[in-house]
């Protein structure tokens, strides 16, 4: 992808277009006004993480034995990081589809716009709704449900990393799921019924000591369960990681699966995508 500027010809004249990066700031304005005109997406998208956490935090609320913390504070790691999939990869893979099926990207790819300029407006809309959705859940994490913000420079930085290689890997996924709907309606059955199994069996909605070994090996496979992972580690105290599977947050593996996913994820992308349904040749 080439971010340098593209010159046209109109009469006598040259004109100089603006680039690749240049655009897809462009784009990703527009991208974000767009989202937040539609209200009831802009609901469904934060509000969902944060009932869910209110709803599994009011129910199970107990102290978790031997880890030192309560279950509503192990909650609000794992819906932070099933906020972060679902403001990427779930909408990505919906939204990417049901353009493509309206021939939005057609119309789009008909146009002297560089392709990398479209892509990167969808990374700065998820960029921005990850790190809102992210504030929201760790706003009410830390005042309703005593969850302690990361203590030191190096928390912050864990904090950092994992969130910018778990958005870029789940986006990269949305991008490259985008393209298995037939068509725009069932976009959001195909996209949905993963992630909502993999909330299931990577320790979002039950606890990791729960869950059988099998369904979790499954699990490991994918982003979620090493978000999860990496930021039960850096919102909760090292007693916590008892209940891990291999009893250690083990940072170092949660860093190379999700970086793993970033460089697959890339490589999906670029041997899936398509600007055009297949009815359409």
């Known amino acids: 992808m080439t971010t340098t500027a593209v010159e046209t010809r109109t009469g006598p004249d040259t004109v100089r277009l603006p680039g690749a990066w240049a655009l ?8 974000i006004r767009q989202f937040f005109r539609q209200r009831d997406q802009v609901v469904f998208t934060f509000a969902f993480p944060v009932v869910f956490l209110f709803l599994f935090a009011s129910i199970f609320s107990d102290d978790v ?18 906020g972060i999939m679902s403001t990427s990869f779930q909408s990505l893979g ?6 493509r099926d309206e021939k939005v990207l057609r119309r789009l790819r008909g146009t002297p716009m560089p392709p990398a300029a479209y892509f990167l407006g969808k990374i700065w809309l998820v960029l921005f709704t990850g790190l ?16 302690d913000l990361p203590s030191d420079a190096t928390d912050w930085f864990d904090l950092a990393w994992i969130f ?6 789940c986006a990269l996924l949305g991008i490259a799921i985008s393209s298995v709907p037939k068509s725009g309606k069932s976009a959001t059955s195909v996209v949905v019924l993963p992630f909502l199994v993999l909330q299931f069996i990577s320790g979002v909605y039950i606890a990791i000591d729960t869950i059988p070994d099998w369904m979790l090996n499954i699990g490991a496979l994918f982003p ?5 992972q990496g930021l039960r580690g850096v919102f909760l105290p090292d007693s916590a990681h008892i209940l891990e599977q291999t009893g250690s947050w083990e940072f170092g ?3 190379l699966v999700l970086g793993a996913w970033c460089v697959g994820g890339l490589v999906l992308c670029l041997l899936t995508f398509r600007w055009k349904n297949r009815r359409d040749g």
Not at 24 to 31: I, M, Q
Not at 132 to 147: C, H, M, N, Q, R
């Open 24 to 31: 897809g700031l462009g784009r990703g304005a527009l991208e």
């Open 65 to 82: 034995e031997g880890a030192g913390i309560t279950a509503s504070q192990l909650y609000v790691p794992a819906m932070m990081a099933a």
């Open 94 to 99: 919906i939204s990417i589809a049901i353009e």
């Open 132 to 147: 809102l959705e992210t504030a929201i859940l760790l706003l009410v994490g830390t005042t309703v449900y005593d969850v």
């Open 164 to 169: 910018v290689l778990g958005l870029t890997a």
């Open 224 to 228: 979620l369960k090493w978000m999860c």
């Open 253 to 255: 593996k949660v860093a």
